[in-house]
């Protein structure tokens, strides 16, 4: 019986530390609810922040973790270009690392000991096409965030609403860091579509874009409005309030979730973060990492081999708080449903993500078109 | 036109929401010479008072902007008496490393007591409406802001120009010693200069919460923005400051509506072309 | 404010970490001029700005009219009534003309900036450029003026005719001796000219390397050449 | 032409000597003290190299801050640049680790001269303003080449081969430690000459009082100009040697934050002596780690706190507090 | 000797004050010329124009024969048209000889040179050694200008002058703050410049301005209203109103 190390790298300081609490509170309620022990190994977690997408930190924090701390196993990561810098150890470390978030799809090619418990943009995504010409929208504009995961959600949309027949008019990239989004809700007006496809990472912006949708009056003028759940984080929620009421997002994850697994789930990691209010998606990747790092550990028995922990993993399937998933064998991408969801009240008087359609058995469509 | 007019109306109410957050900056940089990069620091204190004070007690609008101006002062007292009293007059750069330790600390503590998520401060009714203004709607908010904005700038202009006070502020920070020499109680006048900065902060941080929303990291995410358009104004000056504020944000406002991938090319190229006409800024005053 | 004494008792001070001045002691009586000599380097700047309360202090008492300033700061004694024209002027530089006299004025209306413009005609014809913008000799016309519209009843000039037209030293000097003549102000002056300095004072002390080497009245030390030469130099008095 | 025969002797005893027996003490000390930490954190190499990438960043940046009073929170631009530059050849085929410092320190000299040219044209605080619309303009073109840079997922998949065809750069970072710590040293005996040549003395006097310096019948601008270059490939190389060692190169390496947290580094240690940009990126990088290490959550409130307790206790930076402590030994001090 | 240097017609207003009107003015080689003038008459103004640190809005300024009126400070400085500063302009963290060998090294054309050192050549250490103890600052050689007197700091300022072997001087009250007795010092540092030089002083020192120059000219409000030899300077009425005042009085009885 050894003491197994698991390195945990996210956002648990600055700007994104929400995120980070996340990763925590699924970590946490996974090893309240499943033991600390594993075939008699007792897990450890070590914790190392990286505070903002920084590669070459990121890098530095994996080497220590594995050089210095003996950690076996590598979990966590929020920013796509910090798994990119550790992906080329892996093989040296004889480690596996298992993505909590990251959610760029080529990064699963770059080492065959990746494995990935989120989601990619491009499969929140790609249902959304369906759904708004199903809706009866035929014209649509596009406006995202100007980095990589917004391109990603972009094409994948545009992809997928074009094959649906639709048209988009216009795609908008937007800086980062914009604070006043009017001119932009100018723009979705005068380019005459009929719904507006957005995807903006989580946080303060996501409040600014709602805000002028609405003030603007494009919402009352009847414009649709679609995007990926990034957009309505739990956590943003209440600072959004009835301004983001009937907003339709698809994604893999809803707090609202109903499930017993999910019920569990939600109790236990509340109890980590310690505010209802803060929980939200990167805590399920952290939740059912934890199941994929444990599976590893039963399936070596505490040696460490990198390789035969990932092989163990691969079709793996359970029931998620999420719903049914499995492990791709060959990308070793998670698949799992995504669901359409629309904000609305609940009976205390919040507002809340509701599921009101499934997309079961969803896989990674940015891989497969590669 | 009916667009450029759109256009013209958002770029002025979001110039003057930056120009009532950052007036307090200019003012501390350009007169008392300290590069306080822990102003919006106070403004998000501010705000995560303001937001308690609406949200969780359901107090009014207004009182609870006056909470967050009297509170965020309380607050910096103890702060300008330990810490900002210290470094009056020292260089600029140890300034600047002992202001980000403050905010480094204000961050962290925030984070600690209240949490990463977005603060909200509900706006009261007649506020929340949007106003027809003839070619389109407008939140009232917008305008509120705007007007808060002209309200400011004239009254600050007075107070510094007209003022005896205004006189023994500049002449504190021209030359503190020769100042006291000649009886002006220079940190009294800098204590409530100060007060007054952190004042306006706040004020600032409350009515542009719409536009810059309150969050734990508040304090580091618009720091670029606010010393760009204070030096960008020439520091110290008012006209300086509105006339910046509106420039850039008319030049980042249609940037964005124009090319908004090219959005930020467009703000900085802007503020290059700014400087390298005028070096002072503005209205910089002479050194 | 009538005139005060001034008694200081075993001052010592300096900069940082630099003592310059050592256990100086003299008084100086109500409405009496002082010219203090010394080479130099010698520490006259340092004894007017410790008087003012612009070094540091090693020990020592400052008293005026009996009552200690030494532990007071530099506006306090200001408002009991000190007053330091600088050797380097010390013009606020961003201020107009104007400004700069209402600085000085402390809480006296407004409308005595004009004793300064009688005083010199040219600072009204300057009185709305800033202050970078004046001549030298307008600066030290303006920083004179300056600490004079706030009455002290100690003055401290520290070389105040240094740039100035002789025309102007000449009226500036009788202003000064009118000034102390009137009961009004005690005078402490740091004069370079040997000459203007023993005309417009009683007494005379001369400072070496931060201590007091002689004191006597103006006329003892004008008709005793050696000790001119001996303590300020050669080629000083024509 | 003789313009005044000497009359009289300095009696002061010449200084020189003391100095250069002072730098290379100080030179062994660095030296000591990198392979101290070789030998006591073997498992830190990677954390360590990365302080020697920005240690050599910070060194480029006291040039200017420090020795020409220009302050800039734009100088992650120069690393950036080299770290790109550098990362762009490696993709490409250069894999040769010596000469991808030498092509990050052209990239990073050149961005030098295009920063150091617009920057010259304003002073004070807006000249600040524009080193940091030069690096946001930098950081947007690097984010927008994205076929070149990779954007904002980062440049990738950088092979450096052995240094001399031996000693890989591998997980455990020995060779990356030690390759760094030479070009450390190399680059510090370098900038010990440039400050203390008439170049140098020329920018402490530009720092000083600009009208002084031209009434000496010195033009400014070149010479500042001329010191962009040199930090430019001081940052370029620091740039480099981060992109071989991490083998990534992201868009954090022209940021804004990467700049500034360089100039509290900078001022934490001390400006305008070369051991103060090397001690405050070692405390600053060590003290941020250890913290961070210690409670991930909660350790900014820590590092501000030092930051303020470094300004309260000595003001003039850490390597100010030994001067002083020097000082105070000595009967005459400074202020 | 033929003439050195030489102002036409320059002119000068800032706002709508005239500071310089049509002065026009000629120095031949081994001149001594004392500008005087009262206070605010644009003595300051007339050295920063022939300088080129501000641009006049008329006139030239020609050197040895050269149109120099579109050179800037620096060039005008390399062609031996140097000048000392009213309020001392100096490094305060830097020593006084540190100060004249980066003078010296910059007359010679090795001031930004990386690969040499700053100090070490010995005959630039001699002749740094020999300017300083010409002008009494030997001992405080090695301590910051900071911490010097102030009077010490204006001679340092005139030692950097002369470092930089000027053809033209100009010299801004060259002796404010200097005590008398330190007087002397200036003196016999300018008697020993080599005579080919022009020197003007400005100077509000009487004493000083009578014993050192062979010309005087007066400056009131911008324009020149005396030119002549200095014993013909107390008798005019003009410069006595504008000027002298007692000082006259006391000459002439003397
Ligand atoms: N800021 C300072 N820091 C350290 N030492 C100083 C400082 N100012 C002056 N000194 C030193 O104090 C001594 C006295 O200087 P002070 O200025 O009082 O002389 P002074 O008699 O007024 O000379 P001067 O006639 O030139 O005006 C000098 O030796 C000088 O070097
Ligand atoms: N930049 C400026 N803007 C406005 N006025 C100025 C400026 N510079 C100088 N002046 C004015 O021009 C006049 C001449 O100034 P200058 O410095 O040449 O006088 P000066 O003859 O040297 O006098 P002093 O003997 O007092 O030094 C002064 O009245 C001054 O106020
Ligand atoms: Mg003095
Ligand atoms: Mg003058």
């Not at chain 1, 009352?220 to 997002?249: C, N, R, W, Y």
């Not at chain 3, 300095?197 to 006329?219: K, N, P, T, Y």
């Not at chain 4, 990677?46 to 060194?59: E, F, N, Y």
Request: aromatic share 8%; net charge neutral.
């Amino acid at each position: 019986a050894d003491t197994i190390k698991v390195g945990v790298i996210g956002p648990f300081s600055g700007p994104f530390a929400l995120q980070g609490k996340n990763f925590q509170a699924g970590v946490e309620a996974y090893m309240a609810l499943n033991g600390k022990t594993v075939k008699g190994h007792t897990v450890e977690v070590v914790y190392r922040d990286l505070p903002a997408a920084n590669p070459a930190q990121s890098r530095a924090l994996a080497q220590e973790l594995i050089v210095k701390d003996k950690v076996q196993y590598l979990g966590g990561v929020y920013f796509t270009p910090d798994a990119l810098a550790i992906t080329p150890l892996l093989k040296q470390a004889n480690a596996p690392l298992v993505i909590f978030n990251a959610a760029t799809s080529a990064i699963m090619t770059q080492s065959p000991l990746v494995v990935r418990t989120s989601f990619t943009t491009a499969q929140t995504t790609t249902p959304l096409g369906k759904i708004a010409v199903d809706r009866g929208v035929k014209k649509i504009i596009s406006a995202v965030s100007d980095y990589g995961p917004g391109v990603d959600a972009e094409a994948a949309f545009k992809k997928a609403f074009e094959a649906a027949g639709g048209q988009v008019v216009e795609a908008i990239r937007m800086p980062l860091n914009t604070n006043d989004f009017s001119p932009i809700m100018q723009r979705v007006r005068s380019s005459g579509a009929e719904g507006v496809f957005a995807f903006l990472p989580s946080g303060p912006t996501t409040l600014g874009f709602v805000k002028a949708f609405n003030d603007t009056g494009l919402k009352q003028a009847g414009i649709k409005f679609f995007a990926p759940g990034d957009l309505t984080q739990e956590s943003d929620l209440p600072a959004l309030g009835d301004g983001a009421l009937g907003l339709l997002t698809t994604f893999h994850y809803a707090v609202s979730h109903e499930s017993p697994e999910n019920k569990r789930f939600v109790e236990a990691a509340t109890k980590a973060i310690g505010s209802p209010e803060q929980l939200s998606f990167p805590s399920v990747g952290a939740y059912d990492g934890m199941h994929v790092i444990y599976k590893m550990i039963e399936a070596t028995d505490g040696k460490q081999d990198a390789q035969k922990a990932v092989d163990a993993v691969k079709g793996l399937a359970w029931t998620s708080p999420r719903g049914p998933v499995s492990i791709d064998a060959e990308t070793r991408h998670i698949t799992e449903n995504i669901y359409l969801r629309e904000v609305v009240k609940g009976p205390d008087g919040k507002t809340f993500n509701k599921e009101i359609e499934t997309f079961p058995n969803q896989k990674d469509p940015g891989l497969a078109s590669q | 036109m009916q667009t450029i007019l759109s256009i013209g109306l958002d770029a002025f109410a979001y110039g003057m929401a930056l120009f009532i957050i950052c007036i307090g900056l200019s003012l501390t940089m350009g007169l008392m010479r300290v590069v306080n990069l822990a102003h919006g620091a106070f403004a998000m204190i501010a705000g995560y008072i303001a937001s308690y004070a609406a949200r969780d007690l359901g107090m009014g609008y207004a009182i609870a902007i006056a909470l967050a101006i009297l509170g965020t002062i309380v607050i910096s007292i103890p702060l300008e008496r330990l810490l900002f009293r210290r470094i009056y007059g020292s260089p600029e750069l140890t300034q600047v490393l002992m202001t980000i330790g403050i905010t480094f600390c204000v961050i962290g503590i925030t984070n600690y007591f209240f949490g990463p998520t977005l603060k909200t401060i509900p706006l009261p009714e007649a506020l929340a409406q949007p106003v027809d203004v003839g070619f389109r709607t407008i939140s009232a908010h917008r305008l509120f802001v705007i007007a808060c904005g002209v309200v400011v700038a004239t009254g600050l202009w007075f107070l510094i120009e007209k003022t005896a006070f205004g006189i023994k502020l500049r002449a504190t920070v021209d030359n503190a010693a020769m100042a006291d020499a000649l009886g002006v109680r220079t940190q009294v006048v800098y204590a409530v200069s100060f007060a007054i900065a952190i004042g306006l902060a706040a004020l600032g941080g409350v009515v542009g919460a719409e536009f810059l929303p309150i969050e734990p990291y508040y304090a580091l995410r618009y720091m670029v923005t606010f010393l760009v358009v204070v030096s960008v104004g020439g520091a110290g000056s008012i006209p300086g400051a509105v006339v910046a504020c509106i420039v850039l944000g008319a030049i980042d406002t249609t940037g964005r509506y124009l090319m908004p991938e090219f959005g930020n090319f467009f703000f900085y190229a802007a503020v290059i072309g700014i400087v390298c006409v005028f070096p002072r800024g503005f209205f910089g005053r002479a050194q | 404010m009538p005139a005060a004494s001034l008694e200081v008792r075993s001052l010592s001070a300096g900069y940082g970490p630099t003592v310059v001045l050592e256990d100086v002691s003299f008084s100086v009586p109500a409405g009496s001029r002082l010219s203090i000599l010394g080479r130099n380097g010698m520490g006259k700047t340092t004894l007017l700005s410790s008087l003012m309360g612009l070094t540091r202090r090693y020990g020592g008492e400052i008293r005026v009219n009996g009552n200690d300033v030494a532990g007071d700061k530099s506006s306090e004694r200001a408002l009991k009534g000190v007053g330091l024209v600088p050797q380097t002027r010390d013009i606020f530089r961003s201020l107009t003309v104007e400004e700069n006299l209402l600085v000085g004025i402390k809480d006296r209306p407004r409308s005595v900036i004009q004793e300064a413009y009688d005083m010199f005609p040219r600072l009204h014809e300057r009185r709305r450029n800033l202050g970078w913008q004046l001549s030298g000799g307008e600066q030290q016309m303006l920083s004179t003026a300056r600490t004079i519209l706030g009455r002290p009843s100690v003055l401290l000039l520290d070389e105040p005719l240094e740039g100035l037209a002789p025309v102007i030293c000449d009226e500036l000097m009788a202003a000064f001796t009118r000034l102390a003549a009137s009961g009004e102000m005690t005078i402490l002056l740091v004069e370079q000219r040997l000459e203007s300095a023993l005309d417009f004072a009683e007494s005379v002390l001369i400072l070496e390397r931060g201590q007091i080497v002689w004191q006597g009245s103006s006329e003892a030390l004008r008709s005793d050449h050696s000790l001119v030469e001996h303590y300020i130099g050669v080629g000083s008095l024509h | 032409m003789q313009v005044i025969a000497p009359s009289e002797k300095l009696v002061a005893p010449s200084h020189t000597g003391a100095q250069i027996g002072r730098d290379v003490a100080g030179v062994l000390l660095i030296i000591a003290a990198g392979l101290a930490g070789y030998w006591l954190f073997p498992d830190n190499l990677a954390l360590l190299t990365r302080v020697i990438a920005v240690a050599l960043m910070v060194l480029s940046l006291d040039l200017i801050v420090g020795y020409c009073g220009i302050a800039t929170l734009g100088h992650a631009a120069l690393f950036g640049a080299g770290a790109y530059a550098a990362g762009i050849a490696c993709v490409n085929g250069v894999t040769e680790p010596l000469t991808l410092i030498v092509i990050g320190a052209v990239g990073g000299a050149a961005a030098g001269l295009v920063m150091g040219t617009i920057m010259l044209r304003a002073h004070g605080l807006p000249q600040l303003v524009l080193s940091i619309a030069i690096v946001q303009l930098f950081h947007e073109a690097a984010n927008k080449a994205s076929a070149y840079t990779g954007g904002s997922d980062g440049l990738s998949g950088l092979m450096p081969s052995p240094l001399f065809g031996v000693f890989e750069f591998d997980l455990w970072g020995q060779t990356a430690y030690l390759f760094g710590l030479i070009l450390l040293v190399f680059v510090f005996i370098v900038l010990k000459f440039v400050v203390s040549s008439p170049f140098g003395m020329l920018c402490r006097g530009i720092k000083e009082d600009q009208v002084r310096i031209r009434a000496m019948g010195a033009f400014v601008f070149p010479v500042l100009l001329k010191m962009f270059v040199i930090s430019g490939a001081v940052a370029g190389m620091g740039g480099a040697l981060a992109a071989i060692s991490t083998q990534v190169v992201g868009l954090d390496s022209v940021s804004f934050e990467l700049s500034a947290n360089a100039l509290v580094m900078l001022v934490l240690g001390g400006l305008g002596t070369l051991y103060g940009a090397l001690v405050g990126t070692v405390i600053f990088m060590g003290f941020e780690h250890v913290v961070s290490s210690i409670n991930p959550f909660h350790w900014m409130t820590m590092v501000g706190a030092l930051l303020i307790a470094v300004v309260l206790a000595a003001p003039k930076g850490l390597s100010g507090l030994t001067d002083r402590l020097f000082a105070s030994g000595r009967a005459k001090g400074g202020r | 000797m033929s003439e050195l240097f030489r102002v036409e017609g320059l002119t000068k207003s800032f706002g709508g004050l005239a500071v310089s009107r049509n002065i026009s003015l000629a120095m031949p080689a081994g001149e001594r010329l004392a500008l005087i003038g009262p206070n605010g008459a644009g003595k300051t103004t007339f050295v920063n124009l022939v300088t080129g640190q501000i641009k006049p809005s008329a006139g030239r300024v020609v050197l040895n024969g050269d149109d120099v009126t579109d050179l800037g400070a620096v060039r005008r400085v390399r062609k031996g048209l140097v000048r000392t500063f009213q309020v001392t302009r100096l490094f305060s963290d830097m020593t006084p000889e540190e100060h004249v060998t980066l003078t010296v090294l910059q007359r010679e054309g090795r001031a930004s040179r990386i690969l040499s050192r700053f100090t070490g050549d010995s005959t630039v250490a001699d002749e740094v050694h020999g300017l300083l103890g010409a002008l009494g600052l030997v001992e405080v050689a090695r301590r910051k200008v900071g911490e010097i007197a102030y009077g010490q700091q204006r001679l340092l300022e005139i030692a950097i002058a002369l470092a930089l072997k000027p053809k033209v001087l100009l010299l801004d009250e060259p002796a404010a703050g200097v005590p008398s007795s330190e007087t002397p010092r200036i003196e016999q540092a300018l008697e020993r410049l080599p005579p080919s030089l022009a020197v003007l002083m400005i100077e509000h020192d009487m004493d000083l301005v009578f014993r050192f120059a062979k010309r005087v000219v007066v400056l009131a409000a911008g324009e020149i209203i005396f030119e002549g030899l200095p014993f013909e300077v107390a008798a005019n009425d003009k410069v006595r109103e504008a000027y002298l005042g007692n000082y006259a009085n006391a000459r002439s009885v003397a």
